[in-house]
């Protein structure tokens, strides 16, 4: 699937399409690096320098991937251990690492370029009626991306960008008050604002890599042999 068609398709999904297709992203690279890449040299030397991943990725991978994640893991993280033990072991001697920061995690900064690519892409496309139809018709960005696709775009896509968010929240925030009034009365039935409460997470939050892309099965065996 090409570049714009994957836009096409993630506008399509009902989330913020930026936070679908970062969290596609995020799960193949985590697929890919549990089952084809554990000894790929390229791979293990980002891990070096941004000593290991980060907290939400290393949970991440522990969910997606299946029976055996644990050695994996082990062995992924083996190098890293002993690293750290010899940066330790070196603090008792001169007071101070002196080390520079870490990278970034390795899943995080594919998240980023995938951000990135997408908000080019997307930013394009809304030059041209098609796509601001296409868009109109989609749950719109999230605030975090509609802040960061703003800036880059152009005039004229920053006055449709502006004037459809404002749209969006002044429906949303007409249907958190009627959800809230219809929680109090409890005797008049829900219509389409009984998810408001969903919708302004998403918006306000984002959508993370979890709820974009779940493992298949109903137990996390991966954790034990």
């Known amino acids: 699937m090409c570049i714009r068609d994957s836009l096409e398709d993630a506008l399509e999904q009902g989330i913020c399409p930026l936070c679908f297709l970062a969290g596609e992203a995020e799960y ?53 251990v002993n690293a750290a033990s010899d940066e330790v072991a070196a603090l008792r001697e001169r007071g101070s690492t002196g080390e520079p920061t870490p990278e970034l995690c390795p899943a995080c900064r ?43 775009a152009s005039r004229g896509t920053r006055a449709f960008l ?36 969903q919708r302004v997470i998403h918006l306000y939050a984002g959508t993370p890599g979890e709820m974009v892309r779940k493992p298949v099965r109903d137990q996390h065996p991966h954790l034990t042999r």
């Open 28 to 80: 193949r690279y985590l697929d890919a690096l549990l089952y084809e890449k554990m000894n790929n040299g390229a791979i293990r030397a980002a891990l070096a320098r941004s000593r290991g991943f980060c907290r939400y990725h290393t949970y991440r991978m522990i969910e997606i991937g299946g029976y055996g994640t644990n050695v994996k893991l082990a062995i992924l993280y083996e190098d890293l």
């Open 110 to 152: 594919v998240v980023a370029e995938t951000e990135r690519t997408y908000i080019s892409v997307l930013l394009t496309s809304l030059e041209h009626g098609e796509g601001r139809e296409a868009y109109r018709r989609s749950f719109g960005l999230c605030m975090p991306h509609f802040s960061r696709a703003y800036g880059p």
């Open 162 to 197: 502006k004037e459809d968010q404002l749209a969006r929240l002044e429906g949303l925030a007409y249907d958190l008050g009627e959800f809230i009034r219809k929680s109090a009365v409890k005797d008049e039935a829900f219509g389409d604002e009984r998810d408001a409460w």
